[in-house]
């Protein structure tokens, strides 16, 4: 039986540099993968299988000539399914969409065309990126979720049946499935990456890569946004082309939000030993007792569910009109009840959510003062048993709500099964939090 392929993982792009690895050759590995992977964990919607060898040849030769577009040239990558893509159809988890084929790219997509990266394949969401799954299983183990709603991103990276893959977070989408299924997940600060053409218009929204490894998913996003930019009216993620160097960090912030009230005894005590490892390392770790600063920042945070639940409600009010009045039978309860929610609030309400958040994101830039980054878990624990949910969002809600970079990193487990390390960064600090990231990560895989 195969098992998923992790740590130790070496990066695809070093590989491509370094002629260690040829772009055919990895899609077909990858192509192996998959044809072993799929029919137990049911990652892809839509595959481009020709297609993908053809632009993986063109790669091939492109490095061979030292051509290479960028360092992605020749990465088999997956897309998640809300996002558009002009040769497959993009289906956003929703029967309302079956058969839908976009005539054009969204800028993500663009992007990685762009860059050379051989797109696969569209990655199974949830139901409009949202809450109702779709039956995408968790390679590590198939009778639990892969989370979501990037659910066949990440499982797709974790069972090695692409390099990297696109997700989207509005919520947790990115950094949760990333957890619970043992691979890197980089939500960039709001405004990071171009949306355009994506189902992901929310005020928080963000998208984002899954990878195998911190380098590659650093290489997806910086190629994306050298090539169509950040969304209309921010700068962009900025950067260098090379993955930010390794920098220790002196002392990171151990965020204890809504979740620690059920926070599991293994993913405490994982967290715990983590924490004590960083600190042998030379990194001081402060909490909330001792740093006012943070204090503050947990107070603040502390309702992030329910903000970002109402902010989100309000603003779905369309398209999800439009859904309702064409097909309400064709949409789950979860989204009836979004519906409900958004036609119960007022604009007043609204605007009260998005002061709340406001005045959340102004005491977390407080912080920055007092350390490098923040630290906490990327879920309560381990991905639960069962297909019905896509589990517990607490813990990357208070990231979202705060529009800062966040990254997932693989580097702790709890009984056995993947949990990810949450690292939150500053505003216009998304490449020195993959530098502090980069340290963190070598230094608990040495631990």
């Given at each position: 039986?195969?098992?998923?392929?992790?740590?130790?993982?070496?990066?695809?792009?070093?590989?491509?540099?370094?002629?260690?690895?040829?772009?055919?050759?990895?899609?077909?590995?990858?192509?192996?993968?998959?044809?072993?992977?799929?029919?137990?964990?049911?990652?892809?919607t839509?595959?481009?299988?020709?297609?993908?060898?053809?632009?993986?040849?063109?790669?091939?030769?492109?490095?061979?000539?030292?051509?290479?577009?960028?360092?992605?040239?020749?990465?088999?990558?997956?897309?998640?399914?809300?996002?558009?893509?002009?040769?497959?159809?993009?289906?956003?988890?929703?029967?309302?969409?079956?058969?839908?084929?976009?005539?054009?790219?969204?800028?993500?997509?663009?992007?990685?065309?762009?860059a050379?990266?051989?797109?696969?394949?569209?990655?199974?969401?949830t139901?409009?990126?949202?809450?109702?799954?779709?039956?995408?299983?968790?390679?590590?183990?198939?009778?639990?979720?892969?989370?979501?709603?990037?659910?066949?991103?990440?499982?797709?990276?974790?069972?090695?049946?692409?390099?990297?893959?696109?997700?989207?977070?509005?919520?947790?989408?990115i950094?949760?499935?990333?957890?619970?299924?043992?691979?890197?997940?980089?939500?960039?600060?709001?405004?990071?990456?171009?949306?355009?053409?994506?189902?992901?218009?929310?005020?928080?929204?963000?998208?984002?890569?899954?990878?195998?490894?911190?380098?590659?998913?650093?290489?997806?996003?910086?190629?994306?946004?050298?090539?169509?930019?950040?969304?209309?009216?921010?700068?962009?993620?900025?950067?260098?082309?090379?993955?930010?160097?390794?920098?220790?960090?002196?002392?990171?912030?151990?965020?204890?939000?809504?979740?620690?009230?059920?926070?599991?005894?293994?993913?405490?005590?994982?967290?715990?030993?983590?924490?004590?490892?960083?600190?042998?390392?030379?990194?001081?770790?402060?909490?909330?007792?001792?740093?006012?600063?943070?204090?503050?920042?947990?107070?603040?945070?502390?309702?992030?569910?329910?903000?970002?639940?109402?902010?989100?409600?309000?603003?779905?009010?369309?398209?999800?009109?439009?859904?309702?009045?064409?097909?309400?039978?064709?949409?789950?309860?979860?989204?009836?009840?979004?519906?409900?929610?958004?036609?119960?609030?007022?604009?007043a309400?609204y605007?009260?959510?998005?002061?709340r958040?406001?005045?959340?994101?102004?005491?977390?830039?407080?912080?920055?003062?007092?350390?490098?980054?923040?630290?906490?878990?990327?879920?309560?624990?381990?991905?639960?048993?069962?297909?019905?949910?896509?589990?517990?969002?607490?813990?990357?809600?208070?990231?979202?709500?705060l529009?800062?970079?966040?990254?997932?990193?693989?580097?702790?487990?709890?009984?056995?099964?993947?949990?990810?390390?949450?690292?939150?960064?500053?505003?216009?600090?998304?490449?020195?939090?993959?530098?502090?990231?980069?340290?963190?990560d070598?230094?608990?895989?040495?631990?």
């Amino acid at each position: 039986m195969p098992q998923p392929r992790l740590r130790p993982y070496l990066s695809r792009i070093q590989g491509f540099a370094a002629g260690r690895d040829s772009p055919r050759a990895v899609l077909e590995e990858c192509l192996e993968a998959l044809e072993g992977w799929e029919p137990r964990i049911g990652a892809f919607t839509a595959l481009g299988v020709e297609a993908a060898r053809r632009a993986a040849d063109g790669a091939t030769l492109r490095w061979r000539d030292g051509r290479a577009l960028s360092p992605i040239d020749g990465m088999p990558v997956g897309i998640k399914d809300t996002i558009e893509t002009e040769d497959l159809p993009t289906g956003m988890g929703s029967p309302l969409y079956d058969g839908y084929q976009p005539r054009f790219d969204a800028a993500s997509v663009q992007g990685l065309r762009e860059a050379g990266a051989v797109i696969l394949g569209k990655t199974v969401t949830t139901e409009f990126a949202s809450t109702e799954p779709r039956g995408t299983r968790n390679p590590w183990d198939t009778e639990r979720t892969p989370g979501g709603s990037s659910s066949g991103s990440a499982a797709a990276v974790a069972a090695g049946e692409v390099c990297g893959a696109l997700g989207t977070q509005v919520v947790g989408s990115i950094l949760r499935p990333s957890g619970f299924c043992g691979a890197y997940g980089f939500k960039p600060g709001v405004g990071g990456l171009n949306r355009g053409g994506s189902l992901d218009f929310l005020s928080q929204s963000c998208t984002g890569p899954i990878a195998a490894s911190l380098e590659d998913c650093w290489a997806m996003a910086i190629a994306i946004a050298e090539r169509v930019g950040g969304d209309p009216g921010y700068p962009g993620l900025g950067g260098p082309k090379a993955p930010p160097p390794a920098r220790r960090p002196e002392r990171l912030a151990l965020l204890r939000t809504a979740g620690w009230t059920v926070l599991e005894p293994q993913a405490q005590a994982a967290l715990e030993a983590a924490l004590e490892s960083l600190r042998r390392a030379g990194v001081e770790i402060l909490d909330a007792a001792t740093c006012p600063e943070l204090a503050a920042v947990e107070d603040a945070v502390a309702p992030a569910m329910e903000i970002v639940t109402r902010i989100n409600a309000w603003e779905w009010l369309w398209p999800l009109g439009s859904y309702m009045r064409r097909d309400p039978a064709g949409l789950s309860q979860a989204t009836h009840r979004r519906w409900e929610m958004a036609r119960s609030m007022t604009r007043a309400d609204y605007a009260m959510m998005l002061d709340r958040r406001q005045a959340a994101r102004e005491t977390f830039a407080c912080l920055a003062a007092r350390c490098d980054a923040v630290v906490s878990l990327t879920a309560p624990g381990a991905a639960p048993v069962g297909l019905g949910s896509t589990g517990n969002p607490v813990f990357v809600a208070p990231g979202s709500m705060l529009g800062v970079p966040a990254l997932a990193l693989p580097c702790l487990t709890a009984g056995g099964l993947p949990l990810g390390l949450q690292l939150l960064g500053f505003r216009d600090a998304d490449a020195t939090l993959f530098g502090h990231a980069a340290w963190v990560d070598r230094a608990l895989s040495a631990a």
